[in-house]
């Protein structure tokens, strides 16, 4: 290994709270070699963003203060440098990406003007000069038009060209170093892969050495030369890639990579349970459209355009199946999914649930509706009303519903809470002082206490940890065993769909392309769209390499940004 | 605008003194206020009204600690009986506008549409009036006197609160929360009112401790002008309209009541502050 770019010894920060000191970073000591790319693995909290940040003294907050430890870059110690020296060590030395572009570039300001400033400032030279070198960098990462795309705005853009343009940024001012904080976590498969392809292609052609963030050991395994695990403020483990995923040795790094969703072990899909039985579907869906105005005015109404997010849907799902609805952000799967609550209007086709059709008797189907069907959101924090105690948010429901007795109440609360694993003192508490995956346990709960026939879950394990993740799916899969639920479950993640679900449904522009058993569809996907989508989930065995040419995602698909 | 002044100047106090200190610091002064308006009766030394040809435009001394007035009033008990008045309407000026645009907001937020337009354009009317120029026309119209000026406060003051809560409710209708009150078949009034309000009524709140001080303010200038709490009943606001023309001989008659007002406004905007950091609205 060639010597090392950055090396941080013991470094220690604590946060000094009104009453207590807490460790955040507990002695952690690191080597990055140049040109590697370095995977830091852990869950939120772990530590991994805290320890980037401080290797710049970007801590979050005044009352964190590094403590003891070093940070040698090529032998200087960042710790000591003064406030002004560490300008030049920012961006200049050490470049950082993020994980949400949208809200790290400045939407009134020219992409290329934001890729250009970093580079008068710190390579001092002129405008022009400037101009040029920015137009160079945006080609570089891979900007198709550079010279025109200079003159555009970030909100122009799509995710992943975003994060394009926040590498471009980091990219301005020559760091050696490349700190990547979770950068594709919020983007579609697809265009992970290519955005995880371009941060090596970088690393090859510049000699960058990078430090990626990430929750995801398959983005790991596919990418980093090392990993380093952490938890807690403590680094678990550290060597090379291969060793750490065969031979892991701390407990924890063991339970992550078997909660890891690609594990070809997984255990098969529960059978089919609904045989051929002649049963009536649950859910009828026929050439479904939904379509949204967008622009026009009082004063140009002629100027109304609409976009078409679903458009001719038509499906059946039969009482107590599992079917898992997989798409790119855009493919219309959401609003296929509030359709077909009723929360969104439909423009044309049916929607029949257990008979009743939600476009002929509107009133009538959406009175069942809420009576038999509920839905689990993405985001457990923002799902719950964050003034009521977890009690109150499912004792409303049980009272609204009116399905039992109010003096049995109570006691349900503490049954569903039971049911969804949750300790029953929760009912008191609220969603601020809880975890993740305690909110969408609580989520859980509360679209339980409907007593529905379906539930659909939209993207609702997208927010949470991995560990946390594989807790959730195990709960969908007891719960719709044990209660014959019928579970439409939205997701992005392939992998977790193909655990999950006995059927898959994929959606592209609005439309289903496929519908299958999930085995099927995952291993002999029949449309191109379908095996672009699996080819780009990144396996936590390295050799089933994500950018082999035999898994190369297909160019010839147009992204659902670019269409017109 | 003046709201914005008030809560500019003090953003600098904020980070001066802690956060609990500021609390308790505005509530000791609002309730200091408090206690002296109901135990004006026992702490004034003399009665506010009784006149003193003998003791007229006295100085600040030992029997009369703020100086007399023209009329040889103890300016002191004046400012004692005044706290009545004055925190009187500090609070009927802000409990209707805030009640009134508390219930327009939410249901011209929630409904949207052609209920929002009509509320809205409602709201814009009013604005389009300078704020003083508005309140003395209506007060002009009813007959001077305080239930006027509550009356006019009501009818112009509630856009502000209107306004404020129209745009947290527009936002917060679209969270997943609210998204799911719906889904699961609750009632419109039991999303309004249970979901939404408690979410978006925090910064009303805080605002409401700055427009106090804007009420108090504006119900000094009223009296000013003759136009609100009628002599000889003592208004801070009214004592500094009698004391101008004495401005250069007997400075205590306007100086005394002047600085009540200041400290209650003072504490009021402290307050509001607090429960802002208090209620969550700065993050």
Redesign the interface.
Known sequence: MSAAILSVRDLTVKAHLDDETRILLDAVSLDLAKGEILGLVGESGSGKSLFCRSLVRLLPSSRLKIEAGSVLLEGQDLTAISDAEMLNIRGGEIGMIFQNPSSHLDPVMRIGDQIAEGIRYHQGLDGKSARRAATEILSQVGFPDPICQYQSYPHEFSGGMRQRAMIAVALSCNPKILIADEPTTALDVTIQAQILQLLMELRDRRGLSIILITHDLGIVAQTCDRIAIMRGGKLLEEGPKRQILSRPRDPYTIKLIHSHPSMPDAEPVAEVAVAAAPVKPILEIDDLHVRFRVGGSLFRGSAVKTVSAVSGISLQIMPGETVGIVGESGSGKSTLARAV???TPLTSGHISFEGADLALQRQASL?KL??E???V???PF??????MTIGQTIG??LL??GKIAKADIPQRIDELLDLVGLDREFASRKPRSMSGGQCQRA?IA?ALA?DPKLIIADECVAALDVTIQAQIIDLFRELAARMNLTLLFIAHDLAIVRNLCARTIVMYRGEVVEDGPSEQVFSRPSHSYTASLVAAIPDINPDKSLFSDARRVPQSIPSIKSMP | MSARAVSLSHAGWRTFLGKRTMLVAGASILLFFILMAVFAPLIAPYDPILQDGSARLQAPSLPHPFGTDNFGRDILSRIIWGARIDLQIAFIGVVFPFVIGTIVGTVAGFFGGIVDAVFMRIVDIILAFPFLVLMLSIITILGPGLSSFYIAMALVGWVSYARLIRAQILVLKN???A?????????RM?IMF??LL??AIAGSIVFSMSDAVLVLLSGAAVSYLGLGVQPPVAEWGVMVAEGQSFITTAWWITLFPGLSIVCLAFGFSILGDALGELLGVHE
């Open positions: 609550l009723g929360l009175k809420r009576r069907a509920a839905m959101f993405q985001d923002n799902a719950l009303n964050p003034r409303e429901v609204v519903q989520g509360r409907v | 969270n997943d929360y998204v799911a009150a719906v889904s699961l078949g609750f009632g039991r249970r979901h408690p979410n």
